[in-house]
């Protein structure tokens, strides 16, 4: 498999490629005993900062680390061209498909998807329907998940228009990256990607609702500190400089969200919300959540209150919608997507189902609601029973199955057991749109799996990251 | 203006790591007195004082072990499941700074976090070749940092006037403690020419509040038990002392109160203390009962804990 | 039939109650059958009653109150001209797309117990045949138990158990109409006993699902019955949860002691 994938150093042909001419220079000029000596200073780095993360269901994991790979990844100026214009085009789309969907769902209509793959979707929420989305941008943070095959070959493979995370990384990455190599960042041109902050905060406060005062209170919610994620939200609130908050710190009065602070009650008017829709207000979602706000619905609804992302638009991450993406984007921007699909088989179609069963050792089975790396088959990587139990899965619920071939996903070199190794690697570029458009620094988060020839970077599953350089022209 | 759930956090931040603190003083002099001959004649056990001085005499004795220097550093230092052990305290202290780490500064937060890994090093039972006067120190240290970083970085805003005032609230309950348990060496007509015990048992006080060297510099002269407490209490120059404390928190709730521009019964309670302190004289303390007004103080600082997490929203 | 109905709920604390907000599902709309004369809510507290209307139609009032109290009552209390439509429904507020009301939720998710159960009853006839028999088929099946569940209870456990109230008759009914991709959706209200009973201790839920031709039909499996003019509609969705009278959360009020008294009575009956 390894022989056959693009590596982002050495192309196909094992020549190093212009842009990682100097990496591979520093790289061989290094002794791998100083290359040890900073793997061990950046994860010292790292602890000290407190940039941990829980894995579900591991004992004893309560802070994690994930590693950090020290060999940047480098990007063009040309590829993150072509990258920018797709992701502006893509994010566009996706949040006309919110509108649309909790609007007058002219999609449906038309017959682009069929209705039910919409209305039977637990992340569809009908409580959506018919409320005013401000500035009609339902999903101001979305994170693309991007796979290269080859040099001009890259594919969308999820949408992550729920929460996506990740995006401390990916500027924690850099911060190390300079505290250890400076020497290496002075020999390239990298564009920064630190404005990611004051981007958000611009992006947010524009979404800010019409009776809010002029520099409207912002605040970060986070499911509290037993969160996986919860380093980033302290870390976004940190960088944004408003407060983070736990569902116990606001409160609802008259269709509008407050907080308590040390002086009384103080009205938020947008909240960067880090919880999930279920559990955001137990009145109108599930009642036995403790970790939302009784009322906040109703805020959001009389419009008092604005919501990024808002609520609904994880139908946007389902698999088996983001199979019609191409669709979907030729639908509401009227142009070929830049950025394509990888292709996917709908196991719903009885048609697709049956190539799936037949080919499912070269293929990658996942559920359409699933995340994280959670519940998906490698093909190729799973052993014979483990494809038989899963082809049983697959036969007595269909619907909840997509399968796509299994890419050669591009390599990167990366330094494992004292050398230097190609890993594959993906790209989550963060993409922020506001009343004013949609905006990305450049960059992103690569994640890489660490383990020989595995595909899976998801950092539950044993995957690590990496700076991502985008260069300039 | 800031989250109430910040200020509570923060405010028992710096109480977690100054209690932690305190212990390990406690500990320290504890060492020192039980090293003392025993021609001398120490009916005390030393490290029961300790345990009284921690306030944990109590929950000691359901532990069910005579208190010796190992027994007493494995329920006051090191026990996981003591909420009130140095361990528990800086765990607990990292807890409360983990959820608000966007209110502190990188530097307090990395003291804090830093402590946190390293107490891997001492907890557990694989401390046996533990050195106990190393851990003591490292504690000191820790809490050097945490305050040192907050001194001279934080911003002179409300947040570093919670963290200050948790610190002084509790900085003022153990030194009051300490006195309290040791009152009965300090009176006058326990011994004024004061033997070779006395001699060990007040240095052992000033030791554990770091007041040695201070007390010469004060006084100039040797040990007078009324001196010692009159240092302890009354003397706004010795930091550790009550007035000191109450100088300190009388200042921050005045701060807080001119930022929020309201003030309440925290701001009252704090200056009327603090005055009681500043006008009071030795001899009244020993008039009134040094145990007496100990008591008594403990109890009113406590309440003025509680008047201020109400008065801040904090609860 | 003039109904005229009060519905009072009552909540004591041992420990005072600092705030309260509560999502109330109390208004009824007009229909064709369904003719509100008047209709009001009374709470006997200080608070804010903010009305707003939810995806599936239903009137809402966001209620707030802050304070401190040991006691609180929220009353409705209207008189409504209600005629036999033998169950058909007409002149409702449809929001939602049909497709809707085919998505299961936790509590009516079905297992195969009641997805055999639905086929076996329905077996070779209409929609709206298998739909009558469906109703009485549940109503013969389940035991009416008062105390057997709670507002939590699922339709399998309460399957699986053979008995519940009325709540657990309708999510049974909608779990079996949905597995047979027959859109269905709950609906809470009150009933008239024919008895002419005049004091309730609860409301009442049936269940609508949507026929060809007919549009949505109401059926009510705890009485073996569609619903006729002796039915006060108020509320629906997919679920109880949906349409139930009162969602809230308070703090503060420990110890909360809930009474509910509801008065059902024909205009001109002797009291």
């Known amino acids: ?473 | 203006m800031m989250l109430a759930s910040t200020a509570n956090d923060i405010f028992w931040m710096s109480r977690y790591v100054e209690r932690a603190e305190s212990l390990a003083r406690i500990l320290g002099a504890a060492r020192r007195m039980s090293a003392i001959p025993q021609v001398l004649g120490d009916e005390t056990n030393e490290w029961e004082s300790a345990l009284s001085a921690a306030g944990q005499r109590q929950a000691f004795g359901e532990a069910d072990a005579p208190a010796s220097e190992k027994s007493v550093f494995d329920w006051l230092a090191f026990n996981d499941k003591n909420p009130s052990s140095i361990t528990s305290c800086l765990r607990q202290a990292r807890f409360n700074a983990r959820a608000v780490r966007p209110a502190l500064t990188t530097e307090t937060w990395e003291a804090i976090n830093t402590a946190w890994l390293e107490l891997k090093r001492f907890s557990g039972s694989s401390g046996r070749a533990r050195d106990y006067n190393q851990f003591l120190q490292w504690v000191l240290d820790v809490s050097l940092k945490v305050n040192g970083s907050a001194f001279r970085n934080q911003l002179r805003n409300d947040r570093y006037w919670f963290s200050r005032i948790g610190v002084y609230i509790e900085r003022a309950d153990n030194t009051a403690r300490i006195l309290d348990v040791k009152y009965h060496v300090l009176l006058p007509e326990h011994s004024s020419v004061g033997g070779s015990l006395d001699y060990y048992q007040w240095s052992a006080i000033l030791r554990s509040v770091s007041a040695l060297t201070a007390y010469h510099w004060v006084y100039r002269q040797s040990f007078k038990p009324w001196l010692i407490a009159d240092l302890l209490v009354l003397k706004e120059e010795m930091p550790r002392s009550l007035a000191s404390c109450y100088q300190n928190i009388a200042t921050y709730l005045d701060e807080l109160a001119l930022a929020y521009g309201r003030q309440g019964p925290a701001q009252r309670a704090a200056r009327n203390t603090h005055a009681r302190l500043r006008n009071a004289r030795t001899e009244d303390l020993f008039q009134h009962g040094l145990h007496e007004f100990l008591e008594e103080f403990i109890a009113e600082n406590n309440k003025l804990g509680m008047t201020i997490a109400e008065q801040y929203n904090l609860v | 039939m003039h109904l005229i109905l009060r519905h009072e709920t009552s909540y004591a604390y041992d420990a005072p109650a600092r705030s309260v907000i509560q999502l109330l599902r109390l208004t009824p709309r007009p229909h064709e059958g369904q003719h509100i004369r008047r209709w009001r809510i009374e709470v006997d507290r200080d608070a804010t009653l903010r009305p707003h209307e939810d995806c599936f139609g239903n009137l809402v009032h966001a209620f707030g109150a802050e304070g401190s109290f040991q006691t609180l009552t929220i009353a409705v209390e209207g008189e409504v001209q209600t005629e036999d439509t033998n169950g058909v429904l007409r002149g409702t507020i449809e929001r939602l797309p049909l497709g809707l009301y085919l998505r299961q939720t936790d509590l009516t998710t079905p297992d195969e117990a009641i997805c055999a159960f639905a086929m076996e009853v329905t077996k070779a006839k209409t929609t709206l045949d298998g739909l009558h028999a469906l109703t009485v088929a549940i109503h013969e099946r389940l035991r009416f138990d008062t105390q057997a569940t709670d507002a939590t209870t699922t339709a399998q456990r309460a399957f699986a158990e053979g008995h519940g109230v009325c709540q657990d008759f309708a999510h049974i009914f909608i779990a079996a109409a949905r597995s047979l991709k027959i859109p269905a959706r709950y609906v809470g209200g009150y009933m008239r006993h024919a008895d002419g009973t005049e004091d309730y201790e609860a409301g009442h839920g049936w269940a609508e699902a949507h026929v060809p031709d007919l549009g949505w039909v109401a059926f009510d499996p705890a009485n073996a019955a569609c619903a006729n003019d002796a039915y006060l509609r108020v509320a629906c969705g997919l679920d109880y949860l949906d349409a139930s009278p009162v969602r809230g959360v308070r703090t503060g009020g420990l110890g909360e002691t809930l009474d509910v008294r509801i008065s059902m009575r024909e205009a001109g009956a002797q009291q």
């Not at chain 1, 992701?87 to 609007?103: E, F, K, P, S, T």
């Not at chain 1, 699909?341 to 996942?366: F, G, Y």
Request: with cysteine.
């Open chain 1, 1 to 473: 498999m390894g022989t056959t994938s693009f590596d982002e150093m050495n192309g196909h042909d094992g020549d190093c490629r212009q842009a990682y001419a100097e990496l591979q220079a520093w790289l061989e000029e290094t002794p791998k005993e100083l290359l040890e000596q900073r793997r061990v200073e950046a994860e010292a780095l790292f602890r000290r900062i407190g940039i941990t993360f829980a894995v579900y269901g591991a004992e004893n994991a309560e802070e994690r680390l994930i590693p950090f790979d020290l060999v940047p990844r480098v990007l063009t100026a040309g590829e993150w061209k072509r990258l920018f214009d797709g992701l502006v085009q893509r994010v566009q789309a996706i949040n006309a498909l919110i509108v649309d969907l909790y609007g007058d769902a002219e999609i449906l209509k038309a017959g682009l998807i069929p209705e039910e793959m919409i209305y039977a979707n637990p992340a569809f929420r009908p409580e959506m329907v018919g409320i005013d989305i401000p500035q009609a941008v339902p999903v101001v943070i979305a994170g693309i998940d991007i796979v290269r095959t080859g040099p001009d070959e890259f594919f969308v493979l999820e949408d992550n228009a729920r929460t996506p995370s990740g995006v401390s990384y990916m500027l924690d990455n850099r911060e190390v990256s300079h505290l250890l190599f400076p020497d290496l960042i002075a020999r390239h041109r990298i564009r920064p990607v630190e404005s990611y902050a004051d981007e958000l905060l611009a992006v947010l406060e524009s979404l800010a609702p019409r009776n809010a005062r002029d520099k409207p209170t912002i605040a970060v919610l986070t499911p509290g500190s037993f969160n996986s994620a919860f380093y980033e939200h302290s870390f976004l609130a940190d960088k944004l400089g408003v407060e983070l908050v736990e569902g116990r710190d606001l409160f609802v009065r008259d269709d509008e969200l407050f907080m308590r602070t040390t002086e009384g009650p103080k009205r938020v008017d947008v909240l960067y919300r880090r919880v999930d829709d279920d559990f955001l207000d137990p009145l109108t979602f599930r009642p036995d959540s403790m970790l939302g706000v009784p009322g906040l619905f109703s805020c959001y609804r009389s419009g008092s209150l604005t919501l990024a992302n808002a609520v609904g638009t994880g139908i946007a991450d389902d698999k088996a919608i983001y199979s019609y993406m191409p669709d979907i984007v030729r639908f509401y921007t009227g142009e070929d997507p830049i950025l394509g699909n990888v292709p996917t088989w709908r196991c719903r179609e009885p048609a697709a189902l049956s190539h799936v069963l037949e080919n499912l050792a070269d293929l990658v089975v996942k559920e359409v609601h699933g995340s994280g790396g959670y519940g998906m088959l490698v093909g190729p990587a799973a052993s014979k029973k483990e494809r038989a139990t899963f082809a049983a899965k697959l036969k007595a619920d269909p619907d909840n199955f997509i399968a796509q071939p299994t890419l050669a996903l591009s390599t990167c070199p990366t330094f494992v057991d004292g050398g230097i190794a190609p890993r594959h690697v993906d790209l989550r570029p963060f993409v922020l749109t506001g009343a004013d458009g949609t905006r990305i620094v450049p960059g992103g988060l690569t994640r890489v799996a660490l383990r020989e020839g595995s595909l899976v970077v998801n950092s539950s599953q044993g995957g690590g990251t990496k700076d991502t350089w985008v260069l300039e022209d």
